[in-house]
């Protein structure tokens, strides 16, 4: 419920604001390429001095047109992967056409950038350590899943509990895998609790993945303890269709389709796949076992549609996807002899549908409200040998928003969300057996302040109030909780027209996970609060090379307090109880290097690559009021699944129509539970690994790609969950058009 003083303090503030309009005019300008060619479907960004950020696209010829304000001090950027155009600052009293904006092979393309900020901005501006990862890289490495896209994210540890569709967790700089608030578009699709299981996330008509990484309660409240990541579809640009097909090693098969596009004021976007795999059945086990029951199946389509002109923006999305997969269980290392046979009953579905509404609309010259409902629901079910159980997950929010300035140079973002949501399971039952759902109501009220403090000294700071209600289960009551998520950050480029650009930027922010449907519902402690975390980071940025390659380094610092445990165990407390008690640390260094470079001896070959590296030292620390920690834990021991050192690379090349990648990445090793019987099986560790990837593709004529890959090259044996083999060597062949690209 949004409060009575939230409400004023809107309203005032646009009372309060300047009444006349701003005036504006088109800005307009050609994108060549290297060679001098125009370029088409460049994105123009202009931004600056707290005005509204403005974007527009180049057209088959490499034009563009963009309103933008008279006003000084105005910024315009071009972004278009793997190219880098100088930034240009447009001034009140200088001419309309800016002319020729030639782009550069460069290591780091400028973005807009949704998830860090309440608004859009560009990604250079960015205090929190961001990763873009565009479409054209998606295709380029023949990634169609998330998952393995977020594998080359240094801070980032992916861990699957086997082949396709396996559970999947992702763990933010030593988090926990809850900690990542995931949203698709502008919807969240974490369950009650924060919740995701990343196995069943396509890639499918994906213009962007966004990955900011650190606590972001500020902005997004609830979940965002550790870190966001958005997915973000194609739904505008010229129009295209595309679709493709593929099989691979595993018996894996996969088919999709896709769309997206604008025609006059409207805009589109369509897709849909479909991928099965027989997974390791039928193979042999190191230990004898013949493997059954290890098949995964899913299925996704999505469908959005907007409207737009100049000032308003009205759209709506729907995406519905289903899943299959057997459950064999830990057919792998068997460290205490627990496993004897393959699990030929569990098995798992899943069915998931979300949808939104949003619009923007001006409410004056210098106001722009933004308005959005939402909707996810989750319905899994899981049969085994003990029986059938099932579980949901749903959620119901709304969101009003204003953008306005406050000075010069000074714009503000302002508003409250509320979201009712609600998780059920066989094993959440009332007294007399019957299901109990448990609810809760958030309330969160924010604001955000960005500051262009001086040429490339961008300031930010911000705060969100969340107010979480529970409703009582049966004759137990749940604890009501109001938390302050503050979040402060700056970023200073030195010299913003510099080719060789360098960035210094530091931000400090807080985050908050509350309880999930379980930690609630099994306790007889009506006094649960959410997890909480701190953080520090900074970081820096050089280019190298005339902006063709570029070095990054940042250390950040996190605190993990209240975390909820079970504390049966610990002196004079219930067998029932759960606690915010349990507390623990993580400290890290991640490195980047990244280059690109074009070679003219005959024919043009781009050559690209990225470089990745992960230092993380966590601690699992004392529970508070005691020496000890959570059994099986000891004090000062890692946090599961978190490798201290972890490395990825990515090279492409292309020539012509030819093009290639190579990619890879290690791990040492990481502190796991007992695959069979969990913590109860104690503590072991699973060794480190390395393994590679590579492909290629090849052009026909304009419309068509035949494409192959193999994936895990070396064969290497490996496991990311002790217990759960990794797929060994797979070859894939695939089919791939599109018109309109």
Same mark, same amino acid.
């Given at each position: 419920?949004?409060?009575?003083?939230?409400?004023?303090?809107?309203?005032?503030?646009?009372?309060?604001?300047?009444?006349?309009?701003?005036?504006?005019?088109?800005?307009?300008?050609?994108?060549?390429?290297?060679?001098?060619?125009?370029?088409?479907?460049?994105?123009?960004?202009?931004?600056?001095?707290?005005?509204?950020?403005?974007?527009?696209?180049?057209?088959?010829?490499?034009?563009?047109? $963009?309103?933008?304000?008279?006003?000084?001090?105005?910024?315009?950027?071009?972004?278009?992967?793997?190219?880098?155009?100088?930034?240009?600052?447009?001034?009140?009293?200088?001419?309309?056409?800016? #002319?020729?904006? /030639?782009?550069?092979?460069?290591?780091?393309?400028?973005?807009?950038?949704?998830?860090?900020?309440?608004?859009?901005?560009?990604?250079?501006?960015?205090?929190?350590?961001?990763?873009?990862?565009?479409?054209?890289?998606?295709?380029?490495?023949?990634?169609?899943?998330?998952?393995?896209?977020?594998?080359?994210?240094?801070?980032?540890?992916?861990?699957?509990?086997?082949?396709?569709?396996?559970?999947?967790?992702?763990?933010?700089?030593?988090?926990?895998?809850?900690?990542?608030?995931?949203?698709?578009?502008?919807?969240?699709?974490?369950?009650?609790?924060?919740?995701?299981?990343?196995?069943?996330?396509?890639?499918?008509?994906?213009? /962007?993945?966004?990955?900011?990484?650190?606590?972001?309660?500020? =902005?997004?409240?609830?979940?965002?303890?550790?870190?966001?990541?958005?997915?973000?579809?194609?739904?505008?640009?010229?129009?295209?269709?595309?679709?493709?097909?593929?099989?691979?090693?595993?018996?894996?098969?996969?088919?999709?389709?896709?769309? *997206?596009?604008?025609?006059? /004021?409207?805009?589109?976007?369509?897709?849909?796949?479909?991928?099965?795999?027989?997974?390791?059945?039928?193979? !042999?086990?190191?230990?004898?076992?013949?493997?059954?029951?290890?098949?995964?199946?899913?299925?996704?389509?999505?469908?959005?549609?907007?409207?737009?002109?100049?000032?308003?923006?009205?759209?709506?999305?729907?995406?519905?996807?289903?899943?299959?997969?057997?459950?064999?269980?830990?057919?792998?290392?068997?460290?205490?002899?627990?496993?004897?046979?393959?699990?030929?009953?569990?098995?798992?579905?899943?069915?998931?549908?979300?949808?939104?509404?949003?619009? %923007?609309?001006?409410?004056?010259?210098?106001?722009?409200?933004?308005?959005?409902?939402?909707?996810?629901?989750?319905?899994?079910?899981?049969?085994?040998?003990? #029986?059938?159980?099932?579980?949901?997950?749903?959620?119901?929010?709304?969101?009003?928003?204003?953008?306005?300035?406050?000075?010069?140079?000074?714009?503000?973002?302002? #508003?409250?969300?509320?979201?009712?949501?609600?998780?059920?399971?066989?094993?959440?039952?009332?007294?007399? *057996?019957?299901?109990?759902?448990?609810?809760?109501? $958030?309330?969160?009220?924010?604001?955000?302040?960005?500051?262009?403090?001086?040429?490339?000294?961008?300031?930010?700071?911000?705060?969100?109030?969340?107010?979480?209600?529970?409703? *009582?289960?049966?004759?137990?009551?749940?604890?009501?909780?109001?938390?302050?998520?503050?979040?402060?950050?700056?970023?200073? =480029?030195?010299?913003?027209?510099?080719?060789?650009?360098?960035?210094?930027?530091?931000?400090?922010?807080?985050?908050?996970?509350?309880?999930?449907?379980?930690?609630?519902?099994?306790?007889?402690?009506?006094?649960?609060?959410?997890? @909480?975390?701190?953080?520090?980071?900074?970081?820096?940025?050089?280019?190298?090379?005339?902006?063709?390659? %570029?070095?990054?380094?940042?250390?950040?610092?996190?605190?993990?307090?209240?975390?909820?445990?079970?504390?049966?165990?610990?002196?004079?407390?219930? @067998?029932?109880?759960?606690?915010?008690?349990?507390?623990?640390?993580?400290?890290?260094?991640?490195?980047?290097?990244?280059?690109?470079?074009?070679?003219?001896?005959?024919?043009?070959?781009?050559?690209?690559?990225?470089?990745?590296?992960?230092?993380?030292?966590?601690?699992?620390?004392?529970?508070?009021?005691?020496?000890?920690?959570?059994?099986?834990?000891?004090?000062?021991?890692?946090?599961?699944?978190?490798?201290?050192?972890?490395?990825?690379?990515?090279?492409?090349?292309?020539?012509?129509?030819?093009?290639?990648?190579?990619?890879?990445?290690?791990?040492?090793?990481? =502190?796991?539970?007992?695959?069979?019987?969990?913590?109860?099986?104690?503590?072991?560790?699973?060794?480190?690994?390395?393994?590679?990837?590579?492909?290629?593709?090849?052009?026909?004529?304009?419309?068509?790609?035949?494409?192959? !890959?193999?994936?895990?090259?070396?064969?290497?044996?490996?496991?990311?969950?002790?217990?759960?083999?990794?797929?060994?060597?797979?070859?894939?062949?695939?089919?791939?058009?599109?018109? #309109?690209?």
């Amino acid at each position: 419920m949004i409060s009575q003083s939230v409400c004023r303090l809107v309203v005032l503030s646009i009372v309060t604001l300047f009444s006349s309009p701003a005036s504006a005019a088109s800005l307009t300008g050609r994108v060549v390429d290297p060679d001098g060619r125009p370029v088409p479907g460049a994105t123009v960004i202009v931004a600056g001095q707290g005005q509204h950020l403005r974007t527009t696209l180049t057209n088959q010829q490499g034009e563009f047109s $963009i309103d933008a304000p008279d006003a000084d001090g105005l910024a315009l950027r071009i972004s278009l992967p793997g190219f880098r155009g100088e930034m240009s600052s447009v001034d009140a009293s200088q001419a309309r056409n800016v #002319g020729d904006i /030639r782009l550069v092979i460069s290591a780091v393309s400028e973005s807009v950038l949704v998830s860090a900020a309440h608004v859009d901005i560009p990604l250079s501006q960015a205090s929190s350590t961001a990763t873009v990862i565009t479409g054209a890289e998606l295709e380029a490495r023949q990634v169609h899943s998330v998952a393995d896209a977020l594998r080359t994210v240094s801070g980032l540890t992916v861990a699957a509990t086997g082949g396709h569709g396996a559970v999947t967790g992702v763990f933010p700089r030593g988090g926990e895998s809850n900690f990542t608030l995931v949203f698709v578009d502008d919807v969240p699709v974490t369950t009650f609790g924060g919740e995701f299981d990343f196995a069943h996330l396509s890639t499918e008509n994906v213009e /962007r993945i966004e990955v900011v990484r650190g606590p972001q309660s500020a =902005l997004f409240g609830s979940n965002a303890i550790g870190a966001v990541v958005r997915v973000v579809t194609r739904r505008s640009g010229a129009p295209a269709v595309s679709g493709g097909v593929e099989a691979g090693g595993y018996d894996t098969f996969r088919v999709n389709g896709a769309t *997206a596009g604008s025609a006059g /004021r409207l805009e589109w976007g369509a897709g849909g796949e479909r991928l099965t795999s027989d997974g390791y059945n039928g193979r !042999r086990t190191a230990s004898g076992l013949t493997v059954e029951n290890d098949d995964y199946t899913r299925a996704s389509g999505s469908v959005s549609a907007g409207w737009r002109d100049d000032r308003f923006l009205v759209r709506g999305q729907l995406r519905h996807s289903t899943d299959e997969r057997g459950a064999p269980g830990p057919f792998g290392s068997n460290p205490i002899g627990a496993y004897t046979a393959i699990d030929t009953t569990s098995r798992g579905s899943n069915e998931q549908t979300t949808a939104s509404v949003s619009a %923007s609309v001006p409410l004056t010259a210098h106001v722009r409200a933004f308005v959005q409902t939402g909707y996810h629901r989750l319905e899994s079910d899981f049969a085994s040998g003990f #029986g059938p159980s099932e579980s949901s997950s749903r959620r119901w929010s709304a969101r009003g928003q204003v953008d306005f300035p406050i000075a010069r140079a000074v714009e503000m973002s302002a #508003g409250a969300e509320v979201q009712r949501e609600q998780a059920g399971s066989t094993f959440i039952v009332g007294a007399s *057996a019957e299901p109990a759902p448990v609810k809760r109501t $958030i309330g969160g009220y924010f604001a955000e302040t960005r500051w262009t403090a001086a040429p490339g000294v961008f300031v930010t700071g911000g705060v969100r109030v969340e107010d979480l209600r529970g409703d *009582a289960i049966g004759t137990l009551p749940v604890a009501d909780t109001v938390s302050v998520n503050p979040k402060a950050g700056v970023a200073w =480029l030195l010299d913003p027209g510099a080719a060789n650009l360098t960035k210094l930027r530091a931000s400090a922010s807080t985050g908050i996970r509350p309880p999930g449907a379980f930690d609630i519902a099994f306790t007889d402690n009506p006094s649960l609060k959410p997890e @909480r975390s701190r953080s520090v980071e900074a970081g820096i940025e050089q280019g190298f090379a005339g902006g063709r390659g %570029s070095v990054d380094a940042v250390a950040f610092f996190n605190d993990f307090d209240d975390l909820i445990v079970a504390v049966g165990s610990f002196r004079e407390s219930s @067998r029932y109880t759960t606690d915010n008690i349990a507390n623990a640390r993580a400290r890290g260094v991640e490195l980047g290097l990244s280059g690109g470079r074009r070679f003219l001896p005959q024919r043009p070959i781009d050559l690209r690559g990225r470089l990745a590296y992960t230092y993380l030292d966590s601690e699992v620390l004392a529970v508070d009021q005691d020496d000890e920690a959570p059994p099986p834990f000891t004090v000062g021991e890692p946090l599961l699944r978190r490798p201290r050192h972890q490395f990825s690379t990515v090279l492409t090349a292309t020539a012509g129509r030819l093009s290639a990648f190579l990619g890879g990445g290690a791990r040492s090793r990481v =502190l796991d539970v007992e695959p069979s019987s969990g913590t109860f099986g104690g503590l072991h560790y699973a060794t480190g690994f390395t393994s590679w990837n590579a492909g290629g593709s090849w052009r026909l004529h304009k419309i068509g790609d035949v494409y192959a !890959r193999v994936e895990n090259l070396f064969d290497e044996v490996y496991e990311e969950a002790l217990g759960f083999p990794a797929l060994g060597r797979r070859a894939t062949v695939g089919l791939r058009v599109a018109a #309109g690209r």
